[in-house]
């Protein structure tokens, strides 16, 4: 056999190259505009696309489908695809269909800056809604305000996603109340002294850590031991070692459901038994199915609890089962109230241009969202209740509610 | 002291499953004087198979949560593997093996690319859960110091595979095979050796090492994902090179003091700089003793 001369293995490579750059292209164009292309799990609906008649609005949802945070991305596009069908099948808004342009970032960091750009300059939505992982949303506010194209984060509770601009919005509270919240409730517990375990590389992890920490020593409580590790991390026994070393009654753990459950799971072994308590970041049933036995008698606070007895809370549960054929998280429902939000506001202002939409966004008063009534204050946050969910019997149960 | 000593314990732990890797990657080295880089995925592949091998285990008497079944797994987890260390071989570097050092060196960064991205088409990149393959139990020793079972296991199974191979490589022919052709492969094949058949041998038992290795470390952090291997194959490759690259024990014991650095380091108030502190270590040994604790300076006659 010849052995490749060094034209035949520079032709060969230069080919490889264009290949490759020619199918990842390809993987990029955009996908047909339906809601459901970009996720196989929910069940295709077809009244999100009116056939002809009045031209749509798109709404630009960039989320994460896939990756580790694939539960929070899919909870969220069921949440507001519901959402968007029972508008459309009530007459839409203003006479016109909504139309969700979904769009997956692989929960990976820098996705969100190019599909957040690519839905505002070439799909040319009127509003962006996303994302739950406040990282990521820190990445996309930037580029919707220099736009000027509204953007509702439905979950991202870090307080300086809104700070960035009047285009940035949210849907649930911020991690300075929810920080009290946790705060608030292991003090009713007795708990007087508390290690944290943070995850630094994520936004979220050391927003909610910091404003315990302000709410719980302001109160009278105790820090005994900040430990911190990075996302992606697996064994988190030295940290354990040295918080177990400082006899804690609870750790706190801002972290997302991916790594808490293995969290605890190794704080177990360790020996370490005091309850492990976290934010809304925990918000999945991977929760469980990660870590088992080991998770029981946790706790984390939440938007909302699917047991509760509101109407409209009752009403939305009722409707996504009968959809999805599954209960709904707190993610869902947020999504839901995103796009209901949105909707609410176009209708209030009569049209889909950023100046009045903005406008219409930040009056937005009393509205009856499923995870509680929203009014928007100042710095476009609303203030709601959170709930308490303790994990027991390997499910989530609704315990307490608590009120700003 | 209390922390102290489980620090060491929780060190010992994972730097047993550093070295069961390492040795993966100096019994390579050692043999073809290249740097395998697709080992630590070659863990990963270990991982999952241990995953899917575990559901036909249910059927069996004794179930899953046996010493037996988890000998079955493991084993089973080692052979596959064993294959694919061949399969890697045989595919991607005998055909490259008349060509320079660094052409191997970027194949084998090409093979773990692929393992990891075709991993994660293949199995999706959530993570998933690793089933429990033995009942969890701790002991709590006296001074504080807590034992998992978890722990036991995993310094259990390394030593033994550590004797293993040991005995392989010092008490049988195909040892003294592979001894033979990383001292001198021309003269090795003048002396009989059957050069490509040690060869694939030295692969087969590397990458049943990094299986062991998988099944250990998932079995530790409780749950699976396509990018596992990265890191830990990038610390054990550190643990080989501080201990010496080529040396057998210079590669476990570089595991277990990797190990011990990690845990120290992650357990003080530099918790967030443990790796840096980790490929620190590195860089000094390197500056210390260029060729590694127990690794001979090769000196070339000019």
Redesign the interface.
Known sequence: MKLPTPDRIFTGVLAALLATATLTSCKKSPTPASTDSTDASAPSSKGSKAPAGPAPIRIGEFTSL???N?SFGQSTHKGSTLAVEEINAKGGVLGRPLELVTRDN?SKAGETSIIVRDLISREKVVALIGEIASRRSLEAAPIAQDSGIPMISPASTNERVTLTGNCIFRICFTDGFQGRVLSKFLSSLGVKKVAILVD?AQDYSVGLSENFRKAFTESGGQIVSE????S?D??F???L??I??QNPEAVLLPNYY?EA??VV??A????IDVPFVGGDGWDSTELV??G?DAMEGSFFSNHFAPESEKAAVQQFVKAYRDKYQTDPDAIAALGYDAVGVLADAITRAGSTDPIPLLEALAGTKEFPAVTGNITMDENRNPTKSAVIIRVEGGKFRYLETVTP | MAEFLQQTVNGLALGSIYALIALGYTLVYGVLRFVNFAHGDVLMIGAYAAVFLHGPLRHMPGGTHSVGGFVLVTAGAMLVCAALGVLIEFLAYRPLRRQARLTVLITSIGVSLLLANGGQIVFGANQRPFPDLLPEKNLPLAAGVVVSSSHLVVLGVALLLLLLLTLVVHRTRYGLAIRALSQNPTAAALMGVHLNGTISFTFAIGSALAGAAGVLYAMNIHSVEPLMGTLPGIKAFIAAVLGGIGSLHGAAIGGLILGLIESFAGGSVLSSYRDAIAFGALVLILLIRPAGLFGSAQTEKV
Do not use: E
């Open positions: 896939t990756g580790v694939a692989q630094n430990q911190s590790y990075s992606g697996k064994d026994r030295s940290q070692t040295a177990k070393a991916t459950p293995l799971r190794q177990r072994q360790l020996g199915t990660l088992g």
